[in-house]
């Protein structure tokens, strides 16, 4: 689910303790080749989607003003992207994590040391308590708390005020960290994954259905090459604002509707095709959410990944634990090490089939700038990490592009974001289309097969039916036995004994 802060966490570490762990410079045994790189195919532009029917900004009506949402977003990948949102009557002005990775919409309802406000429900005149316990559990992180419902509004963007489900937090555990800005989290993926159960109306379904919204909405996240710092961003709710991107959009299926579950076909680094099996990009699921700071891979394609990059940058004297995470690479200011590092690109199944698309990441956006030491260095984490339960799209990759998660046609578009450019070059690319001939029909594994636990359930139902299966030969055998020898023999009452 959503939320992940690894990146964050381990930032801290580096800032308080880990100085020693720096790792400084890094020799480049000779300049990078693009020798390797794989012919670039031309985007044609018959593929380009108009998105019919969606509404487009820059023709506000009624309530809704897609204008007054652009930079509506504060935050940066590390700590999150959060939207101010004014809840119950008279308003208390919160700040709210904006998570595409879980359904729940939950607010701090008590205070708490890492968090310097939180929602008082006793202050609402409009505030219904529902009396109905709800948990959930993120990636990292948890809360315990209980569902009741209030009235909100959006001061950018929505001035009309609509009524929600809100899980006040009693409890919860490595969810407030110190230095987050925001006292709640906004979960903007399916009912499905909604707690306690899908029939919890999530916060965009409210709206949509109260406020008459197209079931759309489109996140830019601003934050590429730059430290932590409160760069900001655009959540759009109800449309598409073209000054947010620019070029074509490019659409890919939401495969099935709970977390946005798309189809990754194949990986390069570099330009070159990894060439696994395209199951294996989608173990157990591939999924868009911007509650998670970094690129996750599943750990076999990580470890690709991290050698195909090793292999291409050129780059001697790093130690693994740069790619784990643990350990920042610096280089002298003068020296901007993008250069040594491969582009990274994800093909998307489109939505023809027959066809698919990619995104394509440069080096600001996965080797990112963390701090400068000393004056004179710079240093960068790894911003890709490996997962054990999911590819997820987090936010190194969303911060090059402009993210549309389109409900109502259940697909999800990319577009060249227009504050993905660090020192003045973009560090995004799309293009397409590409023909899928080479991948399976299918790179998403069934149902069955993403939940191990359903095969852990069969398996152990399986081998009861065996066991019942056995008893009853045996107790089919014995009596029969038994009537043509007229005894019972040792080993055969021996057996009995087990079985009963
Ligand atoms: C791509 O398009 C350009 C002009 O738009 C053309 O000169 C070039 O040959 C094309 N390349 C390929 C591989 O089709
Ligand atoms: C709803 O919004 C209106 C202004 O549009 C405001 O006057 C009213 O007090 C709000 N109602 C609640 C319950 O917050
Ligand atoms: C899908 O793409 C294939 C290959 O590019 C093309 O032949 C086919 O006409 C397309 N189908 C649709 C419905 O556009």
Redo the contacts with the bound molecule.
Sequence with gaps: MGVSWTGFCCWLLWLGFCGAQITFPLRVSSPPTRAQWG????ASRENKQNAPGLSLASEPGGSINFLAMVDNLQGDSGRGYYLELDIGTPPQKLNILVDTGSSNFAVAGTPDPDISTYFDSEKSSTYHAFGIGVSVQYTQGSWVGVLGEDVISVPKGLSSNFTVNIASIIESENFFLPGVKWVGILGLAYATLAKPSSSVTTFFDSLVNQEHIPNIFSLQMCGAGLASSDRGGSLVLGGIEPSLYSGDVWYTPVTEEWYYQVEILKLEVGGINLNMDCIEYNADKAIVDSGTTLLRLPQKVFNSVVDAITQTSLIRGFVSDFWTGGQLACWDKAEKPWTYFPEISIYLRGVNSSQSFRITIKPPLYIQYILSVQGSMDCYRFGISPSTGALVVGATVMEGFYVIFDRAQKRVGFAVSTCADVGGSQVSEISGPFPTTDVSSSCVATNLLREPIMWIISYVLMAMCGIILLILIILLLLPRRHHQDGEVNDASSLVQNRWK
Excluded: G, I, Q
């Design positions: 012919p670039l195919l031309n």
